[in-house]
């Protein structure tokens, strides 16, 4: 069995499933901008959720957290989450509980029980 070193790599080992992605608001900047919803076949192939998305995402359905400019920006955060996860569970794929993985990555509870993923610590140069 391979090494399970990020979250597509957890996923494959399950068999396929989905995750929710942090949405960074450029290529080489640490904001968030929402959440990506992440979905990958037992294959590893990604499979494609919305195919209308923006070339920067990917062809993964995209919450922004600038849809309500209302409370703070952790509130902001877990309302795009939440918007989400409710996007998932009428699509049929998982309707569940969702818990962070070492990525910070919110998957499935049940992937990440049985298969843990927990943060690699850096290297001190």
């Known amino acids: 069995m391979r090494e399970i070193i990020n979250t597509h ?3 494959i080992a399950f068999g396929g499933g989905v995750a929710l992605l942090k949405a960074h608001g450029g ?9 990506l919803v992440y979905r990958v076949n037992a294959k590893g192939h990604e499979v494609v ?4 998305a923006a070339w920067y995402h990917y062809h993964r359905k995209h919450f922004s957290n600038f849809l309500n400019r209302e409370g703070t920006f952790p509130e ?9 996860k409710q996007w998932v569970a009428e699509q049929g794929w998982y309707d569940g509980p969702w818990v962070r993985n070492g990525f910070g ?4 509870e049940v992937v990440q029980k049985q298969f843990p993923l927990k943060r690699k610590r ?4």
């Open 9 to 11: 790599d957890q996923l």
């Open 27 to 35: 290529i080489r900047t640490k904001y968030v901008s929402g959440v």
């Open 49 to 52: 959720t919305d195919p209308k």
């Open 76 to 84: 902001r955060q877990r309302m795009a989450e939440d918007a989400a």
């Open 105 to 108: 990555d919110l998957v499935p």
């Open 122 to 125: 850096k290297k001190k140069v």
